[in-house]
């Protein structure tokens, strides 16, 4: 860190970054399946959603708060990140291979090579292996520019760091309201969409420095948080009831509101140490093997839901967050088993 400090809260950034990714893929089944009529499971599933629209942002806000003030050189840099990234990528990625093939019906499905190899060449350029896998590239692009990226910010000014977040956030609250259609050009909405996720790597690399431990802080974190979420759903609500069907734009991770909860959510946290030991714990389970339990969680909630666990089966109030917590503990539980086998540790995540 810029300066000495106790870092524990970092990992309590991580761990809730982690749970939210869960909860987001419990819950949005319930926003989509009850939109039609927008009543109250639908408000109660927009309501879970919208309070972890940071759950992303706040991941690469970690990675801009550890990384970006370091000084690497290009090999040091990329063996150590992109290899830690990509090694249980393709691992996964072949995992998710297979369970994509297992849930096909047995009367559907290819054997053979030729026949495998021709469904999976198809899969991976239509639908893709796996929806979540989106932050993987997205992350590995970043990487790519990231030490640059770094010796760019190191080089200004603190105000200057500012301006650069001011200028970055008015950008994304105009794409976002104004729906600017950059959607429409060739590869641009990829790289566009990855290139906007970057601010909130400056976003950490600016606030690590700060010291946001005093209570004005948690109180305006508590103020922006609250204030947050009720904006999300309402939007959210009001936007899907005027166009007749489901609206999500308040919903990216770079929608201004995605913004403000991220930077309320680190307000909070920013300087807390946890001291009650089960709940450090958990914590640590969380922070420690976050990418793993990302990248195992979506196979885990499939599974679920191909046997019939899934929001119904009770009121959505209490089957997300029950469901959310069986999916981190036995994600968990596979990721650990996982990283104890030879050479597990290097592909668990």
Request: proline share 4%.
């Amino acid at each position: 860190m810029p300066q000495k400090q106790n870092i524990d809260w970092l990992d309590t950034l991580r761990a809730l970054a982690t749970l939210g990714v869960i909860i987001i893929h419990v819950s949005t089944p319930t926003v989509k399946m009850a939109s039609a009529t927008l009543g109250v499971d639908w408000w109660i599933g927009n309501m879970y959603d919208s309070a972890v629209r940071f759950s992303v942002p706040l991941f690469l806000v970690l990675s801009g708060a550890t990384l970006l003030y370091k000084e690497y050189t290009l090999t040091e840099f990329y063996k150590k990140r992109m290899m830690r990234v990509l090694l249980p990528f393709l691992f996964w990625a072949v995992v998710y291979l297979v369970f994509n093939w297992w849930v096909i019906k047995h009367n559907l499905r290819p054997y053979g090579f030729e026949s495998i190899k021709n469904w999976a060449l198809q899969l991976i350029v239509t639908k893709g292996i796996s929806v979540h896998f989106w932050f993987v590239y997205m992350l590995l692009t970043l990487y790519l520019f990231m030490p640059f990226l770094g010796k760019f910010l190191r080089s200004l000014t603190d105000s200057k760091v500012l301006i650069l977040l001011i200028a970055w956030f008015l950008v994304c609250t105009v794409v976002v309201f104004a729906r600017i259609p950059f959607d429409t050009l060739p590869f641009l909405p990829k790289f566009f969409s990855y290139l906007i996720h970057a601010g909130f790597l400056v976003l950490g690399y600016y606030f690590v420095k700060k010291d946001f431990s005093a209570q004005k802080y948690k109180l305006w974190g508590v103020i922006l948080f609250i204030g947050s979420i009720l904006f999300v759903a309402i939007y959210t609500y009001f936007v899907s009831e005027n166009a007749q069907k489901l609206d999500l734009i308040m919903y990216w991770n770079w929608s201004p509101a995605s913004i403000v909860q991220t930077i309320a959510v680190y307000l909070m946290v920013a300087g807390y140490q946890l001291k009650n030991k089960p709940l450090v714990f958990v914590r640590d389970v969380l922070s420690n093997h976050s990418y793993g339990i990302y990248l195992v969680q979506i196979m885990v909630i499939g599974i679920f839901f191909i046997n019939g666990v899934l929001w119904t089966i009770a009121p959505p109030l209490i089957s997300i967050p029950l469901l959310s917590i069986l999916v981190f503990v036995v994600s968990a539980v596979i990721i650990k088993l996982l990283a104890k086998i030879p050479g597990g540790k290097y592909i668990s995540g």
